[in-house]
């Protein structure tokens, strides 16, 4: 039996992964609905994989301890799973109380993870890693949570710069305090 694999992705509406300037976490739009449905979302048994820069950047917030969203319980559950981090740079103990690094090239790791995984995976940021994995036809679902603002000036990390054409199916849709969006598709490569 084949894993399922989510490619989770939080975006302001024109499509960036975060932003700078006075921006702060969640672009400032988390609500009660948001947070406890995020919580839900990482309940079940499941497995992270990230990227080696996003484990990086979540490892450097989580120890900074900066962000509002740090203290957040559905972060504290994800940093308690067990994961993954694709990497042909990181050496030695990783700063993750459950995670082990998987050396090689990405698209193989998680074809292989899918085959042999018991429990679903889902990787939450990684961007250049799931547009990769999204090519190779390797994510099942695209779960991405729009927030309600545009970023133009301040948008950092544009989350589908680059990737291949994809058609999408829409699987899912919810409206969480009123204001924000989460939307789960299918991918398939436009031909």
């Known amino acids: 039996m084949t894993a399922t694999y989510t490619f989770d992705v939080f975006s302001s509406l024109d499509g960036f ?24 979302l ?40 067990p994961a993954t981090v694709v990497s042909s740079t990181l050496e030695g103990h990783l700063n993750w109380p459950d995670a082990t690094i998987a050396k090689g090239d990405a698209v193989e790791i998680v074809a292989r993870m899918k085959e ?19 090519a190779a036809g390797l994510v099942d679902r695209v779960q991405v949570t729009v927030f309600p603002v545009i970023t133009g000036r301040n948008g950092l990390d544009p989350i589908f710069r680059g990737a291949e054409d994809f058609d999408l199916e829409l699987l899912e849709s919810r409206t969480l305090d009123g204001r924000t969006q989460e939307l789960v598709y299918h991918p398939t490569l436009h031909k």
Not at 17 to 40: F, I, V
Not at 58 to 75: H, K, M, S, Y
Not at 116 to 132: D, F, Q, Y
């Open 17 to 40: 992964g975060a932003a700078g300037g006075d921006w702060t976490g969640y672009w400032g739009k988390q609500g009660p609905e948001l947070l406890e449905h995020r919580l839900g």
């Open 42 to 81: 990482y309940r079940e048994e499941q497995r992270m994989v990230f990227g080696a820069n996003t484990y990086r950047a979540f490892t450097q917030i989580l120890a900074e301890g900066t962000e509002e969203a740090v203290r957040d319980p559905w972060v504290t559950r994800m940093i308690n799973m």
């Open 116 to 134: 042999e995984s018991p429990v679903p995976l889902r990787s939450h940021g990684s961007l250049s890693m799931n547009r990769a994995l999204m």
